[in-house]
């Protein structure tokens, strides 16, 4: 009987869970650009006149990369683990500096960020999600496993409609 840690299921598990709260994530920010341009201002990382683009290519950036890690397509995991880093670089920066703003993680109703401001939740929020990114590189490496290619999924896709 093999472990249920290393088993097929609780990769699946952990997989899909991680790629859906970046596709939650996106779709709630892509939804609202304003109000998420509006917190990308607040952290004074990027100048206000592209705080708009910023807010689209960031919530595209997480509705791909989560829908690849759903699908399970070969790039998607350090699409999100690269991001997760991003991520906790801002936090960290606005906790350094002192902010006392919303996260904007999950959009402008974010109930965590509207109860708590959290800048420390949503760090150890990304925390946890980046052991369960390294769960899944260490699931891949230890079952030789590979995802499939963008491109050869698209090729699979176009050949079951004809």
């Not at 779709?27 to 004074?44: E, M, N, P, Q, R």
């Not at 683009?53 to 699409?79: H, N, Q, Y």
């Not at 606005?94 to 703003?101: C, E, R, V």
Request: aromatic share 12%; hydrophobic share 50%.
């Amino acid at each position: 009987m093999q472990n249920i840690f290393f088993s097929r299921t609780t990769y699946k598990i952990i997989r899909i869970t991680l790629g859906g709260v970046f596709l939650y994530s996106g779709l709630l920010k892509i939804t609202d650009l304003l109000s998420f341009s509006t917190v990308i201002h607040a952290f004074g990382l990027v100048p206000r006149e592209i705080g708009g683009v910023t807010a689209l290519f960031v919530s595209s950036a997480e509705l791909i990369a989560g829908m690849g890690l759903v699908l399970d397509i070969k790039g998607s995991l350090t699409a999100v683990f690269s991001m997760l880093i991003m991520f906790m670089l801002v936090l960290l920066y606005g906790i350094l500096m002192g902010f006392d703003i919303d996260c904007g993680c999950f959009g402008s109703d974010d109930p965590v960020g509207s109860a708590f401001h959290g800048l420390r939740s949503a760090l150890v929020r990304d925390l946890l999600m980046c052991c369960f990114t390294a769960y899944l590189y260490i699931w891949r490496k230890l079952n030789s496993f590979k995802p499939v290619s963008p491109f050869l999924y698209c090729k699979r896709l176009i050949s079951k409609r004809n």
